[in-house]
């Protein structure tokens, strides 16, 4: 007579079978993930060694710099011929979205390692962006009656011809209809 042995839910190779196996440990929440339901993710290149890395996953830094170094911005106000007061020109400025793989951000000093208690803590990094408060808001602009801002094709009011933008007498997507001049008789 054989004797089975006992495996204590253990396969024949030494494994622990399907149904008695126990849910891995994570180390965060969301897997270091921004996924959510989604199967799959698009691919970025990561700025500084341009690794694949999931779009949700890489970290992501908004940079905005003055397109001349602060060393030069004087030497060029000072050659300008418009005015040096206070409505003085803008020098244009850069934007650029970095995406950092995991590897190169903690070595940049992007993100940093935390403790398992400090990890808990989602709320987000302070926002450094200074605040333009003689700009006005796209809420405050004014209303249509049908409740939409009174907008072209970019977003710009209907009014202007700028870039993106419908020209004022035509009446494009977005832009408010004008009322045709009625026949004489």
Same mark, same amino acid.
């Given at each position: 007579? &054989? =004797? !089975? #042995? *006992? +495996? /204590? %839910?253990?396969?024949? @190779? $030494?494994?622990?079978?399907?149904?008695?196996?126990?849910?891995? &440990? =994570? !180390? #965060? *929440? +969301? /897997? %270091?993930?921004?996924? @959510? $339901?989604?199967?799959?993710?698009?691919?970025?290149?990561?700025?500084?060694?341009a #690794?694949?890395?999931?779009?949700?996953?890489?970290?992501?830094?908004?940079?905005?710099?003055?397109?001349?170094e602060?060393?030069?911005? #004087?030497?060029?106000?000072?050659?300008?011929?418009?005015?040096?007061?206070?409505?003085?020109?803008?020098?244009?400025?850069?934007?650029?979205?970095?995406h950092?793989?995991?590897?190169?951000?903690?070595h940049?000093?992007?993100?940093?390692?935390?403790?398992?208690?400090?990890?808990?803590?989602?709320?987000?990094?302070?926002?450094?962006?200074?605040?333009?408060?003689?700009?006005?808001?796209?809420r405050?602009?004014?209303?249509?009656?049908?409740?939409?801002?009174?907008?072209?094709?970019?977003?710009?009011?209907?009014?202007?011809?700028?870039?993106?933008?419908?020209?004022?007498?035509?009446?494009?997507?977005?832009?408010?209809?004008?009322?045709?001049?009625?026949?004489?008789?």
């Amino acid at each position: 007579m &054989t =004797q !089975k #042995r *006992r +495996n /204590n %839910g253990r396969n024949k @190779h $030494g494994s622990l079978s399907l149904l008695s196996r126990s849910k891995m &440990t =994570q !180390k #965060r *929440r +969301n /897997n %270091g993930r921004n996924k @959510h $339901g989604r199967g799959h993710v698009r691919a970025v290149r990561c700025t500084n060694c341009a #690794r694949c890395v999931p779009k949700d996953k890489s970290i992501k830094k908004f940079v905005i710099r003055n397109i001349v170094e602060s060393a030069a911005v #004087r030497d060029i106000t000072e050659a300008s011929v418009y005015a040096q007061e206070k409505g003085q020109f803008a020098l244009p400025k850069l934007y650029a979205k970095l995406h950092y793989c995991v590897s190169c951000a903690i070595h940049s000093k992007v993100v940093r390692n935390r403790s398992r208690e400090a990890r808990r803590d989602r709320t987000p990094p302070p926002n450094f962006r200074p605040k333009r408060d003689d700009a006005p808001r796209p809420r405050d602009q004014q209303q249509r009656p049908g409740g939409a801002a009174n907008t072209g094709f970019g977003g710009a009011p209907a009014a202007s011809t700028g870039f993106g933008s419908a020209p004022a007498a035509s009446t494009g997507f977005g832009a408010a209809p004008t009322a045709a001049p009625a026949a004489t008789a």
